[in-house]
């Protein structure tokens, strides 16, 4: 089987847009639901409410991959997961590595969904000593020592941080230099890296601070302008701030993604 270091998905060649590969897993996803209920069809309406989005859109998306479905009948289940995935890459193996094995790295690899979306956690690697040869979800943990040899023996070029924001950046230089072209970023920090390498940045607080944002707008609906003075503002502000420690220290107000 072929590994992700010799063969990376068409999509940026083919002039897909960044913001219609961001929603194929979403359809992915919706498609792979319908595909284990062994349903045959489905039409851009059905699809695009189970994906979240408009079926306009959608059917744009679709556009890019020379899917146009049939009037009347709608687009193929089975043959949209195969060009979906395709064009993902994710017909083929790519191995991970995963940096940082504390909560969520433990986590993260006890995921089940990596095999059957086409992703193989090759290694498990930490920096703590007492931490080398534990097994976490059947894989032995290996030392921050072993790193470029792990990711050269193994070909990877998907790297995972999920340590603190400290040592995020070094664990970052590392990769690239050993090899690793996309990394998924868990630490709550901005890697810095060279052209050429993807990141994708993962930030659970972010998310929480955005639904905090429209929960407040709600409220502020239900309650009347009161609720949004510039009092009461300064004063949720405030009490946002002194609660945003953690183990990795004091952590900026607003982190860009």
Same mark, same amino acid.
């Given at each position: ?14 002039? !897909? ?8 897993? $979403? ?6 639901? $319908? ?9 851009? &309406? &059905? ?17 890019? $991959? ?23 890459? $994710?017909?083929?193996?790519?191995p991970v590595v995963i940096v940082g094995i504390g909560n969520l790295g433990a986590a993260l690899a006890n995921y089940g969904g990596f095999a059957s979306r086409g992703f193989r956690v090759a290694a498990l690697i930490d920096a703590d000593p007492a931490m080398a040869g534990k097994p976490v979800a059947g894989i032995g943990v290996q030392h921050t020592d072993e790193l470029e040899h792990i990711i050269e023996s193994n070909g990877v070029s998907i790297g995972v !941080? ?44 972010? &998310?929480?601070? !955005? ?9 502020? &609906? ?36």
């Open positions: 089987m072929a590994t992700g270091r010799t063969h990376r998905p068409a999509t940026r060649s083919r002039g !897909i847009p960044e913001a219609t590969v961001a929603r194929l897993p $979403l359809y992915l996803r919706a498609l792979t639901a $319908l595909s284990e209920r062994s349903v045959p069809t489905v039409s851009s &309406e &059905e699809l695009a409410a189970a994906a979240g989005v408009n079926s306009a859109k959608l059917r744009k998306d679709f556009s890019y $991959l020379g899917s146009y479905g049939t009037r009347g009948v709608g687009y193929d289940v089975e043959y949209l997961v195969y060009q979906i995935s395709r064009e993902l890459g $994710l017909t083929q193996d790519w !941080i999920a340590t603190p924001a400290g040592a995020a950046q070094q664990v970052c230089d590392r990769l690239v230099a050993a090899g690793v072209t996309s990394i998924l970023n868990f630490a709550p920090t901005v890697l810095t890296v060279p052209d050429g390498v993807d990141v994708r940045k993962v930030d659970l607080s972010i &998310e929480l601070q !955005i639904l905090a944002f429209h929960e407040q707008r709600k409220a502020g &609906e239900e309650t009347g302008p009161e609720s949004g003075t510039p009092a009461t503002a300064a004063r949720a502000a405030a009490a946002v701030a002194g609660d945003r420690k953690g183990p990795d220290g004091d952590m900026p107000a607003v982190m860009p993604a």
